[in-house]
């Protein structure tokens, strides 16, 4: 898998795949997400080439990206492995790799989403409307605990919607990151920021923080983010870059709400001129939000070639900046499986 190989299965997001491939203790494969907006959805992990990609997975035998077992009749070849597989694209061999076995929502991390439920009604996100529980802090040890002693554990990512107030989760963030740093590993945490949860956090014992911006089209974010202050984001950002320091602060960017490219790259170099490293999201559009095409007629998952296009441009923005997005150790950017990383996929 090469880097446009790769865009194109971040552009198609789903795939055909048979249950038995998935199946096996050696997939490992999470159960549905509980975060943001791909949410209640089942997916998997490909790694090809030293690339990683993330995959919703269905059985839709018309489906434009097909899975197979290397070796099977429509593969052809000899079979190298049980976790071997061939990704076809619209009949054609695309790629070729094998699913990655994953601890908590992603490999070699505890991915952990507190509260499955939001007071926020961003019209992109199916979590309002998902009506998911609140984990107990023992809860998440336990989870911790199983994932470290697989010896696979590289690192802790804690997530969470908002039950009731942002400043109830950052102090159930807060404590969690307290008690976890027992296993004396980076902790990267990603929540709605408050005035002070990048110092309460930090002091904690987390390394890097994540809060999101979303969109930084203004008039796209007042439609779809209408809960949501993008200033008081944006200062939340800058504050935590002079607590947390360069190259541990990051931001989902959604590419798809209908944005320009002018405003992507502007937005770009506005988060980097900051400090704050974007992470370029592709939108999911989820079966449970049909509300967002009404207030975004325009709102589509990007296709591969814009993709690719703004991965470059964002690179080239960090290097200007003298940032680096393959120094962060929590959360998306190590992960990769949603998009294409600068200085790890470009």
């Known amino acids: 898998m090469d880097p446009r190989i790769k865009a194109i299965l971040i552009a198609e997001g789903s795939v055909d795949i048979e249950p038995e491939l998935l199946s096996t203790k050696k997939a490992l494969v999470p159960g549905p997400s509980t975060a943001g907006p791909g949410a209640g959805v089942g997916s998997f992990f490909f790694r090809s080439g030293g690339h990683l990609v993330r995959l919703e997975h269905r059985r839709d035998p018309d489906a434009t990206l097909i899975v197979r077992r290397i070796g099977e009749e429509a593969a ?6 049980d976790d071997d597989v061939v990704i076809f694209y619209k009949g054609r061999e695309l790629v070729r790799g094998r699913i990655e076995p994953a601890l908590i ?4 991390q505890a991915y952990i989403t507190l509260s499955e439920s939001c007071i926020f009604d961003c019209t992109f996100c199916p979590v309002p409307k998902l009506g998911g529980r609140t984990k107990t802090a023992d809860e998440v040890r336990r989870m911790v605990d199983d994932a470290y002693r697989t010896g696979n554990l590289r690192a802790i990512s804690i997530t969470s919607g908002i ?3 942002p400043g109830e989760e950052v102090t159930r963030a807060v404590d969690l990151v307290k008690d976890l740093t027992k296993y004396n590993l980076p902790i990267g945490v990603s929540v709605y920021p408050t005035e002070d949860s990048s110092i309460r956090l930090k002091e904690a014992g987390a390394i890097e923080i994540k ?7 203004r008039e796209i974010f007042g439609r779809v983010c209408a809960d949501m202050d993008l200033d008081f984001v944006l200062a939340s950002l800058e504050d935590a870059v002079s607590i947390f320091g360069r190259n541990r602060v990051f931001a989902n960017f959604i590419i798809g709400l209908g944005e320009s490219d002018r405003t992507v790259r502007e937005g770009v170099e506005t988060l980097a001129g900051i400090g704050v490293i974007p992470i370029l999201r592709a939108l999911n559009l989820h079966p449970l939000r049909p509300d967002l095409k009404s207030i975004c007629p325009d709102a589509a998952r990007p296709d591969a070639d814009r993709l690719l296009r703004l ?3 964002e690179r080239e923005v960090l290097d200007a ?7 962060s150790e929590t959360m998306c950017l190590p992960c990769t499986g949603c998009d294409l990383v600068p200085h790890r996929d470009v």
């Open 163 to 165: 039950e009731h107030s």
């Open 211 to 217: 809060y999101n911006v979303e969109t930084m089209d």
């Open 76 to 81: 052809g070849g000899d079979v190298s492995g």
């Open 311 to 313: 991965a470059r441009f």
């Open 105 to 108: 929502h992603c490999p070699e």
């Open 321 to 327: 900046h003298g940032l680096r997005a393959d120094v």
